[in-house]
């Protein structure tokens, strides 16, 4: 997943003290929301403090940073799975060099700042082209300079959106109307764009492409033209890796969200994914676990990188779907899941939250989920006059992310192809001349040819005698018995090693 910014500040932190730290982040460049946030951050511009940071954690020689690398699991005594991305971003492949990597980490503590997900909106016809989320409206815009369209309706139900429509006007761009689903919406907006509090967009409009939105406005319907709809539905902590090995989310009113156990055996989670909002309080949330951690490794000496800050964020009210709308309302984007599915499980007995996984395939795609279980839960606990609380998640489980058979076998050439594991008494072999075989997940010794021996045979007949008439030493558990005979072939394992004679 990509590195927020409370992972910075957490690494600038460990960075400090000496402490041995990797950095993995699944973009090209780390910094996460920094990369296209346009507010202050630290006390500095987004861009001035994500480009200090990472200029100190490159000076660091005890910090390493992984790029195009996601963590796809979290193992027993605390190891996580990571695989890089070596080659896959270029036009040529050096023959010499894997496409991907695997990568094994064992660490002493661990600190999760995943940040988190933005939700979609379930009404109709959510998945035309120009309907988005408005997150990646802000980053197509700020990051690569993409206008997402001429004008451009935003349809929120917190704060997210309103940053989205004042980044379109300072570039430029209409912003035609704020939709804000909470009817006591109080934020203090200066822009030009109007506000309709306590209205939905119903449907988007339009074939091939966004025409314009029809809003539901005081109970009564209103058409505004626009080729861009931003949609911001709450923000979902990524904390798959929290939940790996067996700790189940817990439903919170106040964050509106699923949250994960903030410490577990050697991992803690931090900033967004543990539901704080605002980015200086992540920032300060991050360093501060990162402290606790280091103290826990004996680093008495550990400051925070960033003072504490309290956090400024509202919560959203929960929008799991809007009524009255007339085209299809999607859940699920991958699987093609909609409203009416789920609607259509409920009511023929399937209402169990994993039942109705399996029933509509909600949430079975590449990204298991990642945009829509949220929303469903929600439409479940609705369906069902209960609490998201009471339908629960479905089970977590790795690979983060899809892995390809390729990166878990790796460069299967030659000696290359799998481990070499040794006894204890390898060495000893190899220095008497040994003659090494593969037998299961080992190597064993053979046989021990001496000056004048030509074949197999004749090193054996010698060794057997010789354990036979003096003393022999066993190198392998006691049920294991000699396989040679007149016709045991030549990559044959003794069971046993003679002393040389």
């Known amino acids: 997943m990509a590195l927020a910014p409370r992972g910075l500040a ?14 993995a982040d699944e973009g090209f460049e780390p910094g996460g929301s920094l990369l296209c946030e346009t507010a202050p951050a630290g006390g500095k511009s987004a861009s ?41 971003n270029t036009t040529t ?71 989205t429509a004042a980044d379109l006007e300072a570039a430029g761009l209409d912003v035609a109307t704020i939709v804000d689903s909470r009817p006591d919406a109080t934020r203090t907006w200066s822009g030009k764009a109007r506000i309709l509090p306590g209205a939905v967009v119903v449907d988007a409009n339009g074939g091939k492409s966004l025409k314009g939105v029809t809003v539901l406005n005081n109970g009564r319907p209103e058409t505004i033209a626009a080729d861009a709809l931003a949609m911001s539905g709450g923000w979902s902590p990524i904390i798959h890796l929290a939940c790996h090995r067996g700790a189940k989310p817990v439903w919170s009113d106040a964050k509106a969200a699923f949250l994960a156990p903030e410490t577990q055996e050697g991992l803690t989670v931090a900033g967004a994914a543990a539901g704080i909002g605002s980015i200086d309080a992540c920032l300060a949330d991050g360093a501060g676990k990162a402290v606790s951690a280091l103290q826990a490794l004996g680093f ?47 009511s ?15 949430g079975m795609a590449t990204d298991q989920g990642k945009l829509s279980n949220i929303n469903a839960i929600g439409i ?28 878990l076998t790796g460069a299967s050439k030659g000696k290359h192809f799998q481990p070499v594991r040794k006894s204890p008494l390898h060495d000893w072999a190899k220095k008497n001349g040994a003659v090494f075989v593969e037998t299961g997940l080992w190597y064993r010794s ?29 190198t392998s558990p006691p049920s294991a018995r000699s396989r040679f005979s007149a016709r045991t072939p030549p990559n044959s394992s003794t069971g046993f090693t003679a002393t040389p004679s």
């Not at 957490?10 to 950095?23: D, E, H, M, P, S």
């Not at 299809?328 to 409920?346: E, I, M, R, S």
């Not at 021996?453 to 060794?463: G, H, I, L, Q």
């Open 93 to 163: 492949v050096n023959p010499n060099r894997p496409v991907e990597r695997i990568w094994r980490i064992a660490a002493k503590q661990a600190i999760l700042a995943s940040g988190a997900e933005e939700r979609p909106l379930v009404f109709g016809g959510n998945d035309i082209p120009g309907v988005m989320m408005a997150g990646a409206m802000r980053s197509y815009l700020n990051r690569q300079a993409i206008a997402p369209g001429k004008s451009t309706v935003i349809f929120t139900n917190d704060a997210s959106g309103y940053a």
């Open 348 to 362: 023929e007995g399937y209402s169990h939250v994993e039942l109705a996984k399996r029933y509509t395939t909600n």
């Open 446 to 474: 053979s046989w021990f040819p001496k000056t004048g021996e030509t074949t197999w045979r004749e090193s054996v007949d010698r060794e057997v005698l010789n354990v036979r008439q003096n003393a022999g030493m066993r």
């Open 300 to 346: 008495s000496n550990a400051a925070a990188a960033f003072a504490a800050k309290a956090d400024t964020a509202t919560v959203s009210k929960p929008l799991w779907r809007v009524h009255g709308s007339k085209g299809k309302a999607f859940v699920d984007y991958q699987n093609d899941v909609h409203l009416k599915d789920l609607g259509l499980a409920v």
């Open 380 to 407: 479940l606990a609705e369906a069902r006059k209960v609490s998201p609380a009471d339908v629960g998640t479905t089970t977590f489980r790795p690979f983060y992310t899809p892995l390809s058979f390729g990166a």
């Open 10 to 23: 957490a690494a600038l932190t460990a960075g400090r003290t000496g402490a041995r730290v990797i950095l």
């Open 48 to 88: 001035d403090l994500l480009a200090q940071t990472l200029a100190e954690l490159a000076d660091m020689p005890n910090v390493r940073i992984f790029s195009r690398t996601t963590v796809f699991g979290w193992y027993d005594g605390n190891v996580f799975g990571a695989v890089e991305s070596v080659q896959k």
